[in-house]
């Protein structure tokens, strides 16, 4: 008998009916308290052999319509390799075509990264030398913001600052983050200890434990947009960014980058303080070198297409790489991955996925080294 459920860590699905396995017609939950919606994983039982067709209803009503173009869901059997599977945006739905191989089988828009996988990532970063663990305080839901520190901070180092996932269906942003972290605590690494050396990390991974935990796709427990909450955090609404903007003040910031994921682009790209006009030419060339690094360090990223200057108005300073680059007079970039493929070096089997978003992560290394060189 067919069954479909998402009753675990971030899942999000509303059964419409699921009579029949040629037309299953499924609703995305929208976060708590907000209108957003995009965000699905789900799994489907008793289905082997049998040629899924599935209806997402409301796809032409989610917050990233155009994320839908060229897009394809991804598929897992055993929840660590994700596959993509066939998927087209046909008359204002998300259609869904797939014959399982397995009794059992998740769906989801990325590869899920569970609160309880950084759960493990929190304990193993703790078992290196390196890393200090720092509690910072308690999401509205009652989970644990934790800070990681890797290296012993001193007047003569320099303080970066990395952050991912305020919008927690941007899974991307956590697998990118463990795999910059796998790479900086392996002792084997010497660009790692170069790095080191000159410089103090502070890692926030995950900003929005509840909204992941809820299968929200861009907001937290009550609905707010963390990454629209910098100006001016509350306890109430976004203790989150609260927590950890008092942490950035009690350390000092010289270089930020947010990790983040995009619906609709098919690259991987930085948004930087291009267009903010507090930002001074100093600090827009060290961001510009840092993406002519990365670029080197990285196939998988490009210059050439991203987000428009000014395109977010007066919600400009409200936005996490904005404020910390405005407070500090430093570099604070958005590194914004796909949902799709990366169209400049497609993958037909996985599309850009959680294997690559933590080679990306890897690959940070080298900019964030070659920004600290002397001058």
């Excluded at 799994?43 to 899924?52: E, I």
């Excluded at 990223?301 to 996490?320: D, N």
């Excluded at 904005?322 to 949902?339: I, K, S, Y």
């Excluded at 089997?349 to 940070?364: D, F, I, K, T, V």
């Amino acid at each position: 008998m067919l069954k479909i459920s998402s009753g675990f860590d971030a899942g999000n699905i509303e059964v419409l009916d699921a009579g029949r396995s040629d037309d299953i017609q499924l609703a995305i939950r929208k976060d708590n308290n907000s209108d957003f919606f995009q965000w699905f994983h789900y799994r489907v039982q008793g289905a082997m052999d049998q040629a899924l067709k599935m209806r997402l209803c409301n796809a032409s009503e989610a917050a990233y319509v155009d994320g839908w173009d060229d897009y394809q869901a991804v598929a897992s059997y055993d929840r660590k390799y994700w596959f993509r599977v066939p998927t087209r945006y046909d008359n204002g739905e998300l259609v869904i075509e797939h014959e399982p191989e397995q009794n059992s089988i998740y769906y989801a828009y990325f590869a899920p990264y569970s609160y309880e996988r950084h759960l493990d990532l929190i304990g193993w970063a703790q078992q290196s030398p390196l890393v200090a663990v720092e509690d910072l305080g308690t999401t509205l839901d009652g989970r644990d913001m934790n800070l990681l520190r890797i290296g012993e901070p001193s007047p003569e180092k320099k303080v970066i600052w990395l952050t991912a996932r305020q919008h927690p269906g941007e899974t991307m942003a956590e697998w990118c983050m463990e795999g910059f972290l796998d790479s900086l605590l392996d002792s084997t690494n010497a660009q790692a200890r170069r790095l080191l050396q000159r410089a103090v990390v502070y890692a926030v991974p995950n900003m929005n434990p509840d909204g992941a935990a809820r299968g929200h796709l861009r907001t937290n427990a009550v609905g707010a947009n963390l990454n629209r909450e910098w100006q001016t955090p509350t306890p109430e609404r976004s203790p989150e960014v609260l927590v950890v903007r008092e942490a950035m003040e009690r350390s000092g910031v010289d270089l930020f980058l947010d990790l983040h994921g995009d619906e609709a682009l098919p690259v991987n790209f930085i948004a930087g303080q291009l267009g903010v006009p507090t930002a001074s030419e100093a600090v827009l060339q060290q961001e510009h070198q840092f993406e002519l690094d990365l670029m080197a360090a990285s196939a998988d990223f490009q210059m050439e297409r991203g987000y428009e200057p000014g395109k977010f108005g007066e919600e400009t300073m409200t936005i996490a790489a904005n404020w910390v680059g405005h407070r500090f007079d430093c570099p604070a970039m958005t590194l914004e991955m796909p949902f799709k493929d990366h169209d400049l070096m497609p993958d037909p089997e996985q599309g850009w996925s959680a294997e690559r978003s933590m080679r990306l992560g890897e690959a940070l290394l080298f900019p964030l080294t070659r920004w600290l060189e002397p001058q």
